[in-house]
């Protein structure tokens, strides 16, 4: 051994060249950013229904498109964090629907302020995340599993509670109730700005990514989620948390659930208990499509709201083209494995130019 | 979460980048001598299920000292560390640091008592990058409440001097560690354990996937680290590599205790002979010069 402790790898570049590792760094990372693919993807979506449909380019047009893309993206982002910790969570559409149940139903049931009915519906969504969060960090089976089971369970109870309590498979209007009209506001209000029809959910699809791309990046919390997901055992050695990280990563996509739900409640007064069902491969599919790894360990809520995007953009302009709309499965699937193609594509190239 | 306050105990003389033969003057290892031992285990014993891991096996490691483990696969070793590093509880015998009886419940309780492990394995997350590899599990933050944030310009920089300070010039440290050679993630987890104030270094096997030169610049990290005042245990097939940098040495077969050696009282001829079985090895050459001619294995019908 003599005494030369340069790098193994050959260096190629004397130390002076320093400008210019930095700006290969600098592309390296851009190319490096999990959401690249999806940007990408949503780019030629975008462009491709421009040409075909007339009025796509519309403003009203563009806002249909993004309400379209916020109840896709405000469960897609808490998704998206799951998957990158390393976890799948097939309940989340059903999850949807129970939420909205519980606090029509309890607030009809209880006859107090929906309020009530809202603050109760948070506390079952949250505890549903905890549940599976717990069974799977205790009982060490795959989440497919138990989130399956989640998802058959919520489904069940979903129709046989609402048909046990109101006889029928949709709940009682609670349009009358008190609160009702706040809450309106709060979950499915909408503001005209200019011309356009801004729903109050994309706002809180844009707060969500903000929020989640915070903790992501910036957050001690954030680090766990990659480190969960990334290299469980590792993460768990070097002394962060994995459990509870986990249980937390579930209760955020309660709270997404949540938030939908209770959406689509005081959006159309009554919830039809079937709903829900199929829904969640949409959400993991737009955090697949925005870069996510199925494995873990890798991605962002940026992406899985471009993935979103993508999803409006498409179901949309299916319409706007005039289309069969039985073309959207068609064209969803196609975004997915072309998506999916291209980010393992990127990510090889990113490791691969050390 | 215990917030560690984030209270950097880097080498005080900086690690030398080219670290040679120990200077006997670096105050902790030259007096240790008599000073008690940071890690104790004594009689030691691990069983899983029924399954004898561990009989009998005591180990002391000292600031500025390397102990090393040999033996075979399945010998024990792993199991051993992992007392050491809170992942297993021992069932019989006393695991002692600095002097006190212990019992980790938790890899946690092993670096809040200043152990820190670098598994063969397990390191690392591949697809983070450098910087927050190097600080995961203990991350420095900025600010309070809500805007409690990573101090993502410190943990940059400080990976950088640090790993320089080792002789590591990565280019970026924002690369994934997946894809910095095996020799510099091993010493990126040795100058992880070393920043953040470690008295006990835990090493299983750092240099097992590594080529000859590779190893070289990992065993000098070690030395470093030693030299630094650490008491570092070191797990290894390797007699020779052992024998470069140990201090004593600690022969494991089938769980038991088979010898414990300064290195004063044993040439490194010896300690490979007794790793590799004594006079097991002269009757497997003996086989071995018979055995030059195949003779099919029973059984089985040959080819042809
Ligand atoms: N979790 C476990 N359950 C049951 N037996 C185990 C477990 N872990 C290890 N063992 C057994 O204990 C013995 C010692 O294993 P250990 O991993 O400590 O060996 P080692 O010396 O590290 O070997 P290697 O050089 O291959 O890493 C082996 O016989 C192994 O099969
Ligand atoms: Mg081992």
Same mark, same amino acid.
């Given at each position: 051994?003599s ?9 190629a570049?004397?130390p002076?060249q320093?400008e210019?590792l ?7 990372r851009?190319l490096?950013?999990?959401?690249l693919?999806?940007?990408?993807g949503?780019?030629a979506?975008?462009v491709?229904f421009?040409?075909?449909a ?5 403003l ?10 916020s ?6 982002v808490?998704?998206a964090l799951?998957?990158?910790?390393g976890?799948?969570d097939?309940?989340t559409g ?5 939420s909205?149940?519980v606090?029509s ?5 209880m ?8 603050g109760?519906?948070?506390l079952t969504?949250?505890?549903i995340g ?8 205790r009982?060490g089976?795959?989440s497919?599993?138990?989130t ?6 919520l489904?069940?109870?979903n129709?046989g509670?609402t ?6 498979v949709s709940?009682k209007?609670?349009?009358d109730?008190?609160g009702f009209?706040s ?9 005209t700005?200019?011309?356009?029809n801004?729903?109050?959910?994309i706002?809180?699809?844009l707060?969500l990514?903000?929020?989640?791309t915070?903790?992501?990046?910036r957050?001690?919390a ?8 990334g ?10 948390p994995?459990?509870r990280?986990?249980i937390a990563l579930?209760?955020?996509t309660?709270f997404?659930?949540w938030?939908?739900?209770q959406?689509?409640?005081?959006s159309f ?9 199929g ?6 599919i737009?955090a697949?499509?925005?870069?996510c ?8 809520a940026?992406?899985a709201a471009?993935g ?5 953009m498409t179901?949309k ?7 069969d709309a039985d ?7 196609a975004m997915?494995?072309?998506a999916t ?5 990127v990510r090889k190239?990113?490791e691969?130019?050390k | 979460?215990?917030e560690?306050e984030q209270q950097?105990?880097?080498?005080d003389?900086g690690?030398?980048a080219n ?6 003057s ?8 008599a000073?008690?031992?940071?890690v104790e ?15 009998g ?8 000292e390397?102990?090393?483990v040999l033996?075979?696969n399945?010998a024990?070793k792993s ?5 050491i590093?809170?992942l297993h509880?021992?069932d019989?015998g ?8 212990a ?8 670096l809040?008592?200043?152990i820190?492990? +670098?598994? /063969?394995?397990l390191a &690392?997350?591949p697809?983070m990058?450098?910087w @927050?590899?190097?600080? #995961?599990g203990?991350e420095?933050t ?5 805007l409690?944030r990573?101090?993502?310009a410190?943990m ?6 640090e790993?320089?300070r ?8 924002d ?8 020799g510099?993630?091993?010493?990126v ?5 070393v ?8 090493l299983?096997?750092p240099?097992?996937?590594l080529? +000859?030169? /590779?190893?070289?610049? &990992? ?5 470093a680290? @030693?030299?630094?005042? #650490?008491g570092?245990?070191?797990i ?5 590599h052992a ?5 004593r040495?600690?022969?494991?077969k089938r769980?038991a205790?088979?010898g414990?050696h300064?290195?004063a009282?044993?040439t490194?001829?010896?300690l490979?002979?007794q790793?590799?079985?004594?006079s097991?090895l ?5 086989e071995?010069?018979r055995a030059?001619?195949?003779t099919?294995?029973p059984?089985?019908?040959t080819?042809?």
């Amino acid at each position: 051994m003599s005494g030369s402790l340069a790098r193994p790898t050959t260096p190629a570049d004397p130390p002076e060249q320093d400008e210019r590792l930095l700006h290969r760094s600098t592309l390296r990372r851009l190319l490096g950013r999990p959401e690249l693919g999806a940007v990408v993807g949503a780019v030629a979506v975008f462009v491709f229904f421009s040409v075909v449909a007339d009025s796509f380019l519309q403003l009203s047009s563009l806002s249909t498109v993004l309400y379209a893309s916020s109840t896709i993206g405000i469960m897609a982002v808490p998704v998206a964090l799951l998957m990158i910790g390393g976890e799948f969570d097939l309940s989340t559409g059903v999850a949807v629907t129970t939420s909205a149940l519980v606090s029509s139903m309890f607030s009809y049931q209880m006859t107090a302020n929906v309020w009530v009915g809202v603050g109760v519906s948070l506390l079952t969504s949250l505890a549903i995340g905890f549940f599976n969060g717990v069974v799977l960090v205790r009982m060490g089976l795959p989440s497919f599993i138990i989130t399956l089971a989640t998802f058959l369970m919520l489904t069940g109870m979903n129709l046989g509670f609402t048909k046990l309590i109101s006889g029928k498979v949709s709940t009682k209007t609670i349009g009358d109730m008190e609160g009702f009209e706040s809450a309106r506001k709060v979950f499915a209000s909408q503001h005209t700005i200019g011309d356009v029809n801004i729903k109050v959910t994309i706002v809180w699809w844009l707060a969500l990514v903000a929020l989640a791309t915070w903790i992501l990046l910036r957050t001690r919390a954030g680090n766990w989620v990659f480190a969960a997901g990334g290299n469980a055992h590792a993460a768990r050695a070097v002394g962060v948390p994995v459990a509870r990280t986990k249980i937390a990563l579930y209760m955020g996509t309660g709270f997404g659930a949540w938030m939908l739900g209770q959406h689509l409640l005081f959006s159309f007064d009554t919830v039809q208990s079937g709903e829900g069902v199929g829904n969640e491969l949409l959400y993991i599919i737009a955090a697949v499509i925005g870069g996510c790894l199925m494995t873990g360990g890798y991605g962002s809520a940026i992406g899985a709201a471009v993935g979103a995007l993508i999803f409006g953009m498409t179901n949309k302009g299916i319409v706007y083209a005039q289309w069969d709309a039985d073309w959207f499965k068609y064209f969803l699937g196609a975004m997915l494995l072309l998506a999916t193609l291209l980010n393992a594509w990127v990510r090889k190239r990113a490791e691969a130019s050390k | 979460m215990s917030e560690r306050e984030q209270q950097p105990q880097g080498p005080d003389e900086g690690a030398p980048a080219n670290p040679a033969p120990r200077p006997a003057s670096t105050g902790a290892s030259a007096a240790t001598g008599a000073e008690a031992p940071l890690v104790e285990l004594s009689d030691v014993s691990k069983y899983y299920g029924n399954v004898k891991a561990l009989e009998g096996v005591s180990l002391e490691v000292r600031a500025g000292e390397i102990s090393c483990v040999l033996g075979d696969n399945g010998a024990g070793k792993s199991t051993l560390i992992k007392i050491i590093s809170g992942l297993h509880q021992h069932d019989a015998g006393t695991f002692r640091i600095d002097v006190q009886t212990a019992r980790l419940g938790s890899p946690r309780e092993a670096l809040d008592r200043g152990i820190a492990t +670098v598994y /063969q394995d397990l390191a &690392v997350v591949p697809l983070m990058p450098v910087w @927050r590899n190097f600080f #995961l599990g203990s991350e420095p933050t900025k600010g309070r409440g809500p805007l409690r944030r990573l101090d993502t310009a410190t943990m940059r920089e400080t990976t950088r001097t640090e790993l320089r300070r080792m002789g590591i010039d990565l280019r970026d440290v924002d690369q994934p560690i997946g894809t910095i050679s095996g020799g510099e993630r091993q010493c990126v987890a040795i100058a992880r354990a070393v920043y953040f104030g470690a008295k006990v270094l835990v090493l299983d096997e750092p240099t097992a996937a590594l080529g +000859v030169k /590779q190893s070289g610049v &990992v065993l000098k990290y070690v030395a470093a680290a @030693r030299d630094a005042g #650490l008491g570092v245990v070191l797990i290894t097939h390797n007699p020779h590599h052992a024998y470069l940098v140990g201090d004593r040495f600690v022969l494991l077969k089938r769980g038991a205790m088979a010898g414990s050696h300064a290195k004063a009282e044993i040439t490194l001829d010896e300690l490979t002979r007794q790793m590799a079985g004594g006079s097991e090895l002269e009757e497997l050459s003996h086989e071995l010069a018979r055995a030059s001619t195949p003779t099919p294995r029973p059984g089985r019908p040959t080819a042809e």
